[in-house]
């Protein structure tokens, strides 16, 4: 089987330098541990990253130079040192496979009618949507078949006006540790997100595969929070929801799990799902039977 040109790709809605987030805070796609995997915040970058073949031309110098001067560094070497070297050497392979797998697929990409995003400020909403819509096309094209999309951190204090839904700036965090005087603004704001997930699964369900079944058919979406209650940062009682998996997931079903069940469990049972051979995931304890046909 003929395998993307990018083995995962990462988006974030976080867009502030200013946040007061640690990378762990901030992150929420790992190639293992210690080992991020960095996400673009910024659509026109992560369009150029898609579709541009001059920054294809450009990662390819780059990546030759490397790759060069690894290979006359990596004799004077010794063991601690050559086994990091080995990490480092293959996430520059993997750029360069990266890049000859974009390189195979210009004709494809050529044809995609998706114009690159203006330089400029946008609204919360459109912001998101648009994010989205860059990840739905990169999933559409067979650019990657695995995505990450961050909207933002659980502890963020960046205000916003959520597209007019308050008439000045409100903090997210700060309505989570004021629930009893700011229940109504915090389910508006909670609103506002499920719309944009939303919008997001109708955008899947529109596009048509060429066996007649839809993108979101073929799609695992999964939706959540790593706080059950922002208020007490509580990890307990998370609401998670599943759309798409086809004719694999059983949906339309609302799970009240065993307390003490971890979430590892579902990231398990989705894995194997699509087929990664793995016996546990994390700190899981087992399958969820219950989201499977």
């Known amino acids: 089987e003929k395998k993307p ?11 502030h330098k200013d946040n007061k987030e640690s990378i762990y805070f901030d992150n929420i796609s790992w190639y293992g541990t210690g080992h991020l995997a960095p996400s673009v915040r910024d659509p026109r970058k992560m369009y150029r990253r898609l579709f541009s073949t001059k920054e294809i031309d450009r990662y390819r110098d780059v990546t030759d130079l490397v790759l060069e001067d690894a290979r006359s560094m990596k004799k004077d070497l010794g063991y601690t040192d050559g086994q990091k070297f080995a990490e ?6 993997s750029i360069e496979t990266q890049m000859d797998r974009l390189e195979s697929m210009k004709g494809e990409l050529a044809k995609v009618s998706f114009d690159e995003p203006a330089e400029a ?7 998101i949507r648009l994010m989205g819509d ?3 096309i990169a999933l559409q094209s067979g650019l990657t078949n695995v995505a990450t999309f961050m909207v933002g951190p659980e502890r963020w204090d960046t205000p916003y006006l959520f597209d007019g839904l308050f008439d000045k700036p409100m903090s997210h965090h700060g309505m989570s540790h004021n629930q009893t005087k ?3 603004q915090l389910l508006k704001v909670d609103r506002f997100h499920m719309e944009q997930y939303a919008y997001l699964l109708e955008k899947m369900e529109g596009v048509i595969e060429a066996d007649g079944s ?13 706080l059950g209650d922002g208020s007490t940062h509580q990890y307990n009682d998370l609401p998670i929801i599943m759309a798409g998996g086809g004719n694999r997931v059983k949906t339309g079903q609302h799970i009240n799990m065993p ?10 049972t989705q894995a194997r799902m699509m087929g990664v051979k793995m016996k546990r995931f994390a700190d899981s304890t087992g399958e969820i039977a219950a989201v499977k046909v």
């Open 5 to 15: 040109p990018f083995s995962t790709l990462e988006f974030s809605c976080n867009s």
């Open 121 to 127: 400020y946008l609204p919360r909403g459109e912001y």
């Open 134 to 136: 860059l990840m739905v």
């Open 259 to 268: 307390e003490g069940t971890p979430l590892a469990n579902l990231w398990l």
């Open 182 to 184: 700011m229940i109504e």
């Open 88 to 93: 480092y050497f293959d996430s520059i392979r």
């Open 214 to 226: 839809t993108l979101l058919d073929n799609t695992l979406f999964t939706y959540g929070s790593g």
